[in-house]
Structure formats: structure tokens, C-alpha cells
């Protein structure tokens, strides 16, 4: 997959959610079963896990790693978040020459995500990241950015999987050239999927698991799945996407469409308390700034 502005991604990353202690030994075992993307966030609070497993990973093959990681802090500036989260990835032999890789805007945060972009695309001009995005912006919220933005974002980041497809969002992501990144692809392994007759039937026609099914669909529909997972047999086994998937067998999964959402809602996430203190606290950021 290549983002619009030229950086090249793999077709499939890994989450690090919930991992911590894990990831020490994860991360080393994962890159050499051909993982190059990891995504983490300041909010998982296990960044510095990562970065220890970054460590154990040969020199060389830590440069072919891509880190994606969000800012999920907007009482802090992006900057002083970015810093903070390249500090705790990145080993000892590579603070000062490496820095986050990609990095988005884990929310919409009321009345603060405008101020926070207009930091993020300061934060990309000036060369501190090879990539900006967002996290969770629905259709709605897509709209109103890109008619506000000077940088558009390359990568849009939320749920999606067979039965939660998010069709109008994708198609505005697509119309627009930005990457979409699919978590909880495989739903949190729901029966309502890892039972459906269809999924089942299309993994027997290829000899695999319905994981490496629905993981493939994302690839095949131009979307970069980041499934987490612990057990080193489902690490190898959703790597191991060596088949394709015809038109009718897409076509099929499409149809498994149900409005199934397993995560937050973006519209339903901050309750009223969060969206006064947001508003409070952008008002003090306005009466600061005209102060100075």
C-alpha cells in the first residue's frame, strides 16, 4: 500500500493492544515472521514495551520497521506528545535518529481536535514524521476536516470488518485518496462471524481459517488490517495470506453487513462532563494565546 504522499506501508500491520511485558519478546518473534508494522498509542501505555522489544531486533531490521502511534493527550500539545512516545520506542541506539514514524488523532476530541490538527500538520512540515492521520473520524467529521485542513490526512483509522463496513466512510477514504487502517478486523473473533456458513465455506474452498479470510478481504478491498494477537500460532497464521480471493467471494463478505459495531462510537464516546471540560479548557488555550 503507498500513502498519497509516497510512503510506502505493508499490506498488513499489528496492533500491540492490550499487550505490555509481552511485547519484550513479541515484537522480536513477530518481525521475524515478516511484521514491519506496528501500531501502539500513548494511551495503551505500553510504548516503552515496545521500544524494549525494538531493542532485541537486529539493527538493520529495526530500520525497516514502520512505528505508528496516536496522540490521545489533548490537554498536551502534539509536539510534546510525539516527543514523549518517540522517547519511550525508540532503543537507546537509535534515540536522535529515529522518531515516529506515522503518527494520528486517536479522536475528534470536542472543541480541541482543529486547534490539535493544525499542530499535527506543523508537526509533518516539518519533517518530524513521515505520515499524519486521524483516528475514529467518522463521515461527518471527515468532511468537516477536509474542508479545513491544509494537510489532508493520509490515513483514516477505525473499526471495520465484515459485519461493521462502514461503506460511506470507506468510499469518502477512497475518493480521497487516504489510507484506511481496519482495527478489530476479525471483531474480536464474534461467533456471528467465526460461525457464519459463508466465511466458513469460503476458508474450506482455500484450506484456511476464517481469520485469514477476512483479513485477505481487507487486503483485497485496499485496506491495511492491524490484528493484535499474543498466541504465536494466529501471529503466523495471519501473515500467512498466500492466496487470493475472487469478485464473487468479495461480493459474498459484502454482504455480511449487519451495522455490527464492537467498539466506541466516535459520536457516543465523550459524555457531556468530558465535552464541558474540552470546551473549558479550549477557552482558557484562546484566552492564553491572545494574552501572549
Not at 505500553?46 to 525497516?64: P, T
Not at 483509522?157 to 478486523?185: G, K, M, T
Not at 474480536?188 to 474452498?205: Q, Y
Amino acid at each position: 500500500m503507498v500513502l498519497y504522499n509516497g510512503l510506502r506501508l505493508p499490506d498488513i500491520g499489528s496492533g500491540t493492544y492490550p499487550y505490555k511485558e509481552e511485547l519484550v519478546s513479541l515484537i522480536p518473534a513477530m518481525v521475524d515472521k515478516g511484521y514491519r508494522l506496528f501500531d501502539t498509542s500513548d494511551n495503551y501505555h505500553n510504548e516503552r514495551f515496545l521500544g524494549r522489544g525494538l531493542s532485541c531486533v537486529d539493527l538493520k531490521l529495526q530500520n525497516e520497521i514502520i512505528v505508528m502511534s496516536k496522540y490521545s493527550r489533548p490537554q498536551k500539545s502534539v509536539r510534546a506528545s510525539f516527543e514523549e512516545s518517540s522517547e519511550s520506542v525508540f532503543p537507546d541506539n537509535l534515540k536522535g535518529t529515529r522518531r515516529i514514524d506515522i503518527y494520528l488523532m486517536h479522536w475528534p476530541y470536542p472543541h480541541l481536535w482543529k486547534r490539535r490538527w493544525r499542530e499535527m500538520e506543523e508537526l509533518y512540515l516539518a519533517g518530524s514524521c513521515k505520515a499524519i492521520g486521524v483516528c475514529n473520524f467518522n463521515e461527518r467529521k471527515m468532511q468537516e476536516l477536509l474542508s479545513f485542513c491544509r494537510v489532508k490526512p493520509m490515513i483514516n483509522q477505525f473499526e471495520c470488518h465484515p459485519a461493521f463496513q462502514q461503506r460511506e466512510l470507506l468510499q469518502i477514504c477512497r475518493d480521497e485518496n487516504i489510507q484506511v487502517v481496519s482495527y478489530s478486523p476479525l471483531a474480536r473473533k464474534c461467533r456471528d462471524l467465526f460461525d457464519n456458513e459463508i466465511l466458513l465455506s469460503i476458508a474450506g474452498t482455500h484450506n484456511k481459517t476464517v481469520s485469514q479470510i477476512i483479513l485477505k478481504w481487507n487486503i483485497s478491498e485496499g485496506r491495511i488490517p492491524i490484528p493484535a494477537s499474543s498466541n504465536m500460532v494466529h501471529v503466523t497464521e495471519n501473515i500467512g495470506l498466500d492466496f487470493d480471493l475472487d469478485a464473487d467471494e468479495i461480493a459474498m463478505i459484502n454482504s455480511l453487513e449487519k451495522g455490527m459495531r464492537i467498539r466506541f462510537d466516535p459520536d457516543k464516546r465523550f459524555a457531556f462532563p468530558y465535552r464541558m471540560a474540552f470546551f473549558a479548557y479550549n477557552l482558557f488555550l484562546n484566552v492564553t494565546t491572545k494574552a501572549k
